[in-house]
């Protein structure tokens, strides 16, 4: 996991996910790597926060309402982000 978010990983899945919003199955999948990106250490949560993965989780989770998969994914990707620091919950509240 570390390597992928070294790499460069938590922007690209945001990219992706913006650039096919309408797209479910890119959401569900987005909502997902990110959620398993921000499991584990503090570092790997704060660089997907810092890559912009609360916004893209939330227009994601918004954009595709009725989609359980969807809503699922992105709540754990936004309980992952927010373990464990009161600045990084506050970064998924504001998304």
Excluded at 5 to 26: I, L, Q, R, S
Excluded at 40 to 69: F, L, N, T, Y
């Amino acid at each position: 996991k570390q390597a992928v978010v070294d790499a460069g990983g938590p922007a690209a899945v945001v990219a992706g996910m913006g650039g096919h919003a309408a797209a479910m199955e890119v959401q569900r999948e987005g909502c997902r790597a990110l959620a398993n990106m921000a499991a584990g250490s503090d570092a790997r949560k704060q660089a997907v926060v810092d890559a912009g993965g609360p916004a893209a989780v939330v227009a994601g989770m918004g954009g595709h309402a009725a989609a359980m998969e969807v809503q699922r994914e992105g709540c754990r990707a936004l309980a992952n982000m927010a373990a464990g620091s009161d600045a990084r919950k506050q970064a998924v509240v504001d998304a």
